[in-house]
């Protein structure tokens, strides 16, 4: 999937007119450009966060695109890669390269400019028809204000809501969602915070452990942790985070859901929203305690933590790396695909993160 960010309103006219040799010289890691419909992109800044990596980048570094991106075995793009071209763009193909006739070469530039989505209130608001499941683009929540008040005071039907919150959008930075920068600052968490807060009760945790049932049963129990860990990964992110059969019909349910996951469906690739705030997680770490606890003896609730917590925190770096990182382990390479898959394609499969286990289990894997 070769998803692009924000677009911005770009006309021929302000752009230079380059030939493909021009283009062909772009075709290193430094500097790496795109032909798509006649236009020219310089993906170079975005080239590490490419769902489909950095090297198909580059294999297509110089070359015109526009065939690959819409061919289903190469792998098929969704509307939002489209949408996120504009930002990139530096100028138009020559009408002499591009083999066809001034005013035919108008035509499929102005076709182009119009597949990028107007703005109302910095909000995109149409998309022209692609391949993904996801719906076509219309008014919904400006990112540029913040967002969750804008939420309360609407009028979206459920409907109306899931459908546009689920159809990703791009910004540079972090869109506001209380407004107030105290309040902005509970809902920003940078990745490097998750390790700092949970590595140390992680410790305690084997160390409690040690102490109650052995050294020998922790390191027996640890792996079936990290196993039940995947299990809650699946059941939360799928009944919990994408609770949209159950979910009421009303402004102050849908503002929840909003900021619980969907603003991670609206802004995918924001950095400081991509693991959960520590005061979340440890709100959730006790809810599941206290689940457990009810009905499986004491120190094997201990027992499990050991490998309970090590699973959540590598789950929130592992969704995290997926988004930005470059992974170097085919398993990883895969998830990265898969997961954004999930973003720009169908919100409603593939639910996990760290494996496809638990999708091919109850059968939401996502092709």
Request: net charge negative; proline share 6%; hydrophobic share 40%.
């Given at each position: 999937m070769m998803g692009l960010p924000p677009a911005t309103a770009t006309t021929t006219q302000q752009l230079p007119v380059l030939?493909?040799?021009?283009?062909?010289?772009h075709n290193t890691a430094k500097s790496v450009w795109l032909i798509v419909r006649n236009k020219v992109y310089d993906v170079s800044q975005f080239m590490f966060d490419h769902p489909g990596g950095e090297e198909l980048l580059l294999q297509y570094g110089g070359q015109d695109v526009t065939?690959?991106?819409?061919?289903?075995?190469?792998?098929?793009h969704s509307d939002s890669a489209y949408d996120m071209l504009?930002?990139?763009?530096?100028?138009?193909?020559?009408?002499?390269?591009?083999?066809?006739?001034?005013?035919?070469h108008s035509t499929l530039s102005s076709a182009s400019s119009t597949s990028s989505p107007t703005k109302q209130n910095g909000a995109p608001t149409s998309v022209t028809n692609g391949s993904s499941n996801?719906?076509?683009?219309?008014?919904?929540?400006?990112?540029?204000?913040?967002?969750?008040?804008?939420?309360?005071?609407?009028?979206?039907?459920?409907?109306?809501?899931?459908?546009?919150?689920?159809?990703?959008r791009h910004t540079h930075g972090s869109a506001p969602l209380f407004g107030?920068?105290?309040?902005?600052?509970?809902?920003?968490?940078?990745?490097?915070?998750?390790?700092?807060?949970?590595i140390p009760l992680w410790s305690l945790s084997i160390y409690i452990a040690a102490n109650r049932i052995g050294i020998t049963a922790v390191a027996q129990l640890m792996p079936l942790g990290v196993l039940l860990w995947s299990f809650i990964e699946y059941t939360l992110h799928r009944f919990v985070f994408h609770v949209e059969e159950i979910l009421p019909d009303h402004r102050v349910a849908l503002s929840l859901h909003f900021v619980l996951h969907g603003i991670h469906h609206f802004l995918p690739m924001d950095r400081m929203r991509l693991v959960m705030p520590p005061a979340l997680s440890i709100a959730l770490a006790y809810g599941l305690w206290c689940f457990f606890s009810m009905f499986l003896p004491l120190n094997l609730c201990f027992g499990l933590a050991t490998g309970v917590i090590p699973g959540y925190f590598g789950y929130d770096l592992i969704h995290y790396y997926l988004h930005h990182g470059r992974p170097f382990a085919e398993h990883l390479r895969e998830m990265k695909s898969y997961h954004l898959d999930h973003h720009y394609k169908d919100a409603n499969l593939g639910y996990g993160i760290t494996s496809k286990l638990w999708d091919r289990v109850f059968g939401t894997v996502l092709w």
């Amino acid at each position: 999937m070769m998803g692009l960010p924000p677009a911005t309103a770009t006309t021929t006219q302000q752009l230079p007119v380059l030939s493909r040799a021009q283009v062909a010289q772009h075709n290193t890691a430094k500097s790496v450009w795109l032909i798509v419909r006649n236009k020219v992109y310089d993906v170079s800044q975005f080239m590490f966060d490419h769902p489909g990596g950095e090297e198909l980048l580059l294999q297509y570094g110089g070359q015109d695109v526009t065939a690959v991106m819409q061919d289903e075995l190469e792998h098929l793009h969704s509307d939002s890669a489209y949408d996120m071209l504009d930002e990139y763009c530096v100028g138009v193909l020559s009408p002499s390269d591009n083999g066809n006739d001034d005013k035919k070469h108008s035509t499929l530039s102005s076709a182009s400019s119009t597949s990028s989505p107007t703005k109302q209130n910095g909000a995109p608001t149409s998309v022209t028809n692609g391949s993904s499941n996801l719906a076509v683009k219309r008014p919904f929540i400006d990112y540029t204000k913040p967002m969750l008040i804008q939420m309360l005071r609407s009028d979206y039907s459920k409907a109306y809501y899931l459908e546009q919150v689920h159809i990703p959008r791009h910004t540079h930075g972090s869109a506001p969602l209380f407004g107030p920068w105290y309040l902005e600052m509970l809902s920003l968490t940078p990745w490097w915070v998750i390790p700092i807060v949970w590595i140390p009760l992680w410790s305690l945790s084997i160390y409690i452990a040690a102490n109650r049932i052995g050294i020998t049963a922790v390191a027996q129990l640890m792996p079936l942790g990290v196993l039940l860990w995947s299990f809650i990964e699946y059941t939360l992110h799928r009944f919990v985070f994408h609770v949209e059969e159950i979910l009421p019909d009303h402004r102050v349910a849908l503002s929840l859901h909003f900021v619980l996951h969907g603003i991670h469906h609206f802004l995918p690739m924001d950095r400081m929203r991509l693991v959960m705030p520590p005061a979340l997680s440890i709100a959730l770490a006790y809810g599941l305690w206290c689940f457990f606890s009810m009905f499986l003896p004491l120190n094997l609730c201990f027992g499990l933590a050991t490998g309970v917590i090590p699973g959540y925190f590598g789950y929130d770096l592992i969704h995290y790396y997926l988004h930005h990182g470059r992974p170097f382990a085919e398993h990883l390479r895969e998830m990265k695909s898969y997961h954004l898959d999930h973003h720009y394609k169908d919100a409603n499969l593939g639910y996990g993160i760290t494996s496809k286990l638990w999708d091919r289990v109850f059968g939401t894997v996502l092709w």
